[in-house]
């Protein structure tokens, strides 16, 4: 996923919602990235040193439903 603009906390996913994620990090980052499946999507807590000023691209592992 690419954020344009800087991500607010929390970023929520709605075209995530139901897939079967196992892994969410933030690239350029070694800072952990807090998520959570929710009724509404996918909950994205963004670091608080974001690695960029411009985009940002949050990375989802997993497999489909």
Do not use: Y
Not at 11 to 19: E, H, R, S
Not at 35 to 46: E, N, S
Not at 57 to 62: A, D, L, S, T, Y
């Amino acid at each position: 996923a690419v954020c344009l603009a800087k991500p607010a906390s929390p970023l929520v996913l709605t075209a995530a919602k139901g897939l079967n994620v196992s892994t969410v990090t933030l690239l350029g980052s070694q800072d952990k990235v807090t998520w959570a499946m929710t009724d509404a999507g996918l909950r994205l807590d963004p670091p608080p040193n974001l690695p960029s000023e411009h985009a940002w691209v949050f990375k989802i592992e997993g497999s489909e439903r």
